[in-house]
Structures are given as C-alpha cells and as structure tokens.
C-alpha cells in the first residue's frame, strides 16, 4: 500500500495586490519549506516541498494536513477557507494531497520539530535533525524551480484557483 502524506500551501498577496480573475500571479507568494537531515544537505532547486506529513487510514486527511503544518513550521495554519488542491503521486509512490490557506508568518521564525536518525549510516550513533531547516516565501515561478517536481501541480492549481471568475450574484 502506497504511503500517503498531507500538506498545506500557504499562500499571501504583497504589495497590495488582489487577485485578479486571469493573473493570479500578480502578487502572489506561497511558502515553501527545505528538508532537514543529511540526505539534504547540499541539495538546492529540486528539493523543497510543502509542509506535509504522513498520516494513518484512520486519520482525516484535512486534519493531518494542518497537524502536519503545526509540526512541521511551529505554528498553526490560519483561519479561513481551505482550497482543495487534490492530489500528486511523487516519484517513490507517495500520495500526497494538499490543501492551500492564505496567511502569514515570518519564514525566517520558522521552528520545526525534530526527528532522529542514525547518523552516519551504520556507526550505531543517532542523531537529531529538523523536519524543515528552513521555510521560504517566493513567487509561483520560483516555487516551480524549486519544488519537487511532483509537487508543482499544487501551485498551478492554486493559481487556477485563485484566478476564477467569481459567480455575478442574480
């Protein structure tokens, strides 16, 4: 059975900016976080993610999401209307479903929780490292580079998400 993760992509607007049926963009910053832990290390573009996490058969997905993000950036995720952004298969077969908030928090006060490992591999020595070493905020473009490329979708359909015409009230 295929492990399946839940996270949250939580996105603002600077400078004013509104959402714009068309131009989502215009504005537009998600934040995104960096694995810690030594497999890792010295890895740039190619490897962030949103924060995510496991979660069991018995867990709602929407609530591990928002365990997750708690877990994994020190705080928890905003108030307000959560966008369903579906699901991705990365490349080892993980199912990870995401959901989109918008907020804000300074990255640069991100603190996450800690996991442990033997490190190195095979010396019997284990050791702690954060989840996330580091949280990001950065437009849709750069989030494209940066992202697990599976993970991408999540900020197209955000995009998509935010840049629908809203229903004319009759």
């Keep these: 059975m295929a492990k399946v993760s839940a996270g949250v992509l939580l996105f603002r607007r600077v400078g004013g900016a509104e959402t714009v049926p068309g131009q989502a963009s215009a504005g537009l910053e998600v934040l995104i976080a960096f694995p810690g832990g030594p497999f890792f290390a010295g890895k740039g573009d190619g490897a962030w993610t949103l924060p995510k996490g496991e979660y069991g058969p018995d867990e709602d997905a929407m609530a591990a999401a928002g365990r ?67 949280a990001l905020w950065c437009s849709p473009a750069e989030a494209r580079r940066k992202l697990i490329s599976a993970q991408v979708p999540f900020v197209d359909r955000l995009e998509a998400a935010l840049s629908q015409v809203p229903p004319v009230a009759g």
């Design 68 to 134: 997750e993000f708690t877990e994994e950036i020190g705080t928890r995720p905003p108030d307000g209307e959560w966008i369903d952004l579906g699901s991705i298969t990365q490349r080892a077969g993980k199912v990870v479903c995401a959901w989109a908030v918008e907020g804000d928090l300074d990255a640069g006060a991100v603190v996450s929780n800690d996991f442990e490992m033997e490190w190195p591999p095979g010396s019997g020595v284990r050791r702690s490292f954060p989840e996330i070493a580091r």
